[in-house]
């Protein structure tokens, strides 16, 4: 156990969470910060850095259980749709250090903004390509 994380913590109960679902491999709990109505977290017990640690059965187990609460809290909160998130390193965002998977429900288009730039004029995919399979 990772004395040091707060999610481990929070699975070994030594701080609160609103714990939603809680089985072997894993627990969801409501985020604090409610970046949209509902966000939650579901993360493995075992402490893993992010997904590119975690081991793939572990991993399709989380994928799993996110998929089971998704359809739970778009029912119960009536979302019309939502973002599943997990942040991979400080560039990308990723603050705690315990692999976590996000569940935003989603109501409006304004609420959350994950902007995607159009770049294909400057990249040449066929590149991109080749140095990814080869
Ligand atoms: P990330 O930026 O992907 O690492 O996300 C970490 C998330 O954990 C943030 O959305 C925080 O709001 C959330 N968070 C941090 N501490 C707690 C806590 N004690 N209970 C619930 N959520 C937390
Ligand atoms: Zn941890």
Do not use: W
């Not at 030594?14 to 949209?36: M, N, R």
């Not at 390193?89 to 902007?115: C, M, S, W």
């Amino acid at each position: 156990k990772m004395s040091n994380c707060i999610f481990c913590k929070i699975i070994n109960k030594e701080i609160p969470g609103k714990i939603i679902y809680d089985d072997d491999v894993c627990i969801a709990f409501l985020d604090l910060s409610q970046a949209t109505y509902g966000h939650t977290l579901v993360i493995p017990k075992k402490h893993f850095e992010n997904i590119l640690e975690v081991d793939a059965q572990t991993l399709a187990h989380v994928m799993q259980v996110t998929q089971k609460l998704a359809k739970q809290i778009v029912e119960k909160l009536n979302a019309k749709g939502l973002n599943i998130l997990t942040n991979t390193n400080e560039v990308a965002g990723q603050t705690v250090h315990h692999f976590h998977v996000h569940i935003l429900p989603r109501y409006d288009e304004k609420e959350l903004v994950i902007e995607f730039n159009d770049h294909s004029q400057d990249v040449d995919l066929d590149e991109v390509y080749q140095k990814i399979v080869k």
